[in-house]
């Protein structure tokens, strides 16, 4: 019998609906393949889900027993390495899951750290390829490529004089966009106007920095600049800044204040940093205002400044700093510089943006998670004399007891008590623990219980720089550290910090277990594991790790200092020392992930 030829309505449904599903996959497949290859998706997708990889974490349970084993020294191996993509994690400037957050007043681009449970206990690798860093000063105009391979921003900006790929190095021609010829010649014009020379001024902050090249030059002058960027698009700006051995820290200003005392900062620079100063009722500026020392100057750069079809923004800036009483120094093309009074802001009692003076009830270098204000910070607010030029020049002031050390009861005596406390130390550790101190191969420095800075203060001479951390939780002598022409932050350790993988060569801490405490407790907020393991995290590859505490708690430092593969030695204090104190010196081995990762 022959084949009966049906039409092709009659043919068997089943049969087209299979070979339907099986041309569909096939076809659907082909379009996914090209999309992932070919797309921005593929890269987003792919980073997604390494991210989800780097973030899931076992049962809360397992890891907690995990910590205890750890503590207990009953762990017999390493912390595991992190994922290989996870070599410039930040837990807290994720921005996969801070995307989600909303834009307003940039919440997304704000620290927001997951819980601890939600972190992996894992310890972060270095790239491929890592290298121990360029030495300082060389380190400034030249790292090493491999280090951190971000092409973007030499591609976007090389034109700027940012940075360009040369062999093996980033090499750092010096510039901006707001001076593509380089930070000197800019800095040079600046000098017309303000006291850049001399030690009048020493600290300043560098808003939106790029890759730092300002505050890096200001170094030469004396001027200790603190250089803040978010993470965002151009991708480890700060990372390039600290790497470089620029003083730098991932920061945003958004919703809060900034991690600073009032009247910290004898300069504030802004060159281009797209920053909207009168925006929600000259919150910004307010915020600019509460950080700037009494007779302090402010130089914004760029935008909006003189600019093309920005005429309502730029008397929007002028009608603020007028409210505020600042001076108008000079207007130099699109560079405006201000100083700021040096007694209270004469606000008038009607002004355009309805600014008021704060209350009493308002600490001003209150700075923790502390939402900001739409109130300007007076300056009777702050006891003590503080104002530029009648604090004493740099480096006088280093030494010299500043009227906020009243912050603690006796503070003038326990501020003289504390800095020959730490010259003592500090030649202690270079003399008999032989410490790197005031070699080449230290350069950035971390103190993580900074109390009035005396620790960075005996290292003045040698050619570091110290970011000194006064735990949110301790008494506030930040504006102490300011005072002495010093730098920090506020943090709480039972946090991430806001730094990128190996950005430190070293890092000291005294009193330890204090970090973690509750206050007059004895009741532990968080854990030495978690608090070693970010400690990790900061510090480069053969770097070293200065821990002072009681006996007991060494002891058990020295075992989690075996689990995050840190080779350690426990020593005696300095014989004019007293207490029980012991002194761990640990360095950080430079391992490597293994081809199974």
Request: hydrophobic residues 40%; contains cysteine.
């Amino acid at each position: 019998m022959g084949h009966l030829n049906l039409p092709a309505s009659k043919r068997n449904p089943r049969q087209w609906k299979l070979l339907d599903i099986i041309t569909a996959i096939f076809f659907g497949l082909v379009l996914l393949f090209f999309l992932l290859v070919f797309t921005p998706l593929g890269d987003s997708m792919a980073a997604s889900g390494r991210q989800a990889l780097l973030l899931s974490t076992s049962d809360p349970r397992q890891r907690h027993r995990l910590v205890s084993l750890v503590e207990l020294g009953h762990h017999h191996k390493p912390i595991e390495a992190c994922p290989a993509n996870s070599v410039d994690h930040m837990p807290c400037e994720d921005p996969r899951r801070n995307s989600q957050l909303s834009r307003e007043m940039n919440l997304y681009r704000e620290r927001h750290c997951p819980l601890p449970d939600e972190m992996p206990l894992c310890l972060i690798p270095p790239p491929p390829g890592y290298k121990i860093p360029v030495q300082w000063p060389e380190s400034l105009h030249k790292i090493w490529h491999s280090n951190m391979p971000h092409n973007k921003i030499a591609d976007r900006k090389g034109h700027q004089g940012w940075m360009k790929e040369q062999g093996p190095h980033f090499i750092f021609p010096g510039g901006g966009t707001m001076f593509p010829d380089g930070a000197a010649p800019y800095i040079e014009k600046l000098g017309q106007y303000i006291p850049l020379t001399g030690g009048t001024l020493r600290t300043a902050l560098d808003m939106g920095c790029g890759v730092a090249s300002f505050g890096g030059s200001l170094l030469s002058e004396g001027i200790l600049a603190l250089s803040f960027a978010p993470r965002d698009s151009h991708k480890a700006q700060i990372q390039f800044a600290l790497e470089r051995g620029i003083p730098a820290f991932v920061l945003m200003l958004g919703t809060r204040r900034l991690p600073f005392p009032a009247f910290a900062f004898d300069f504030i620079h802004c060159s281009r940093c797209l920053i909207h100063f009168t925006a929600y009722n000259a919150t910004y500026f307010i915020e600019v205002d509460r950080l700037l020392r009494p007779g302090g100057y402010l130089v914004i750069s760029g935008p909006p400044v003189q600019w093309p079809k920005q005429d309502k923004e730029w008397a929007d800036l002028q009608a603020v700093a007028r409210a505020l009483c600042y001076e108008l120094i000079a207007v130099d093309g699109n560079t405006v510089i201000w100083k700021k009074p040096d007694g209270d802001s004469c606000l008038p009692n009607q002004n355009e943006f309805g600014l008021e003076s704060c209350d009493e009830s308002n600490d001003p270098s209150n700075a923790w998670y502390f939402k900001l204000r739409r109130c300007v910070t007076s300056t009777s607010s702050v006891n003590g004399e503080y104002p530029v030029g009648i604090i004493p020049k740099w480096p006088d002031r280093l030494t010299r007891a500043p009227s906020r050390a009243l912050v603690m009861k006796n503070g003038i005596d326990l501020f003289r008590a504390d800095t020959r406390r730490w010259t003592r130390r500090v030649a202690y550790y270079k003399n008999t623990l032989s410490l790197k101190l005031g070699s080449p191969a230290v350069r950035n420095v971390m103190d993580m219980n900074a109390f009035f800075g005396g620790f960075a203060a005996a290292l003045v001479s040698d050619p570091v720089w110290v970011m000194n951390v006064v735990p949110a939780r301790k008494p506030l002598t930040l504006g102490v550290i300011y005072d002495r022409g010093l730098i920090g932050v506020y943090h709480d350790w039972c946090e991430p910090f806001s730094t990128y993988p190996r950005t430190y060569d070293f890092i000291h801490v005294a009193g330890i277990e204090s970090l973690i405490k509750l206050p007059g407790s004895s009741k532990s907020r968080c854990n030495l594991v978690d608090l070693m393991v970010e400690m990790d995290r900061m510090l480069r590859p053969e770097g070293t790790v200065v821990i002072r505490d009681s006996p007991e708690v060494i002891d058990k430092v020295a075992r989690i200092a075996h689990a995050v593969r840190w080779t350690a030695t426990i020593n005696d204090k300095e014989p004019e020392s007293h207490g029980r104190e012991k002194i761990l010196v640990a360095t950080k081995t430079f391992w490597k992930l293994t081809s199974s990762h």
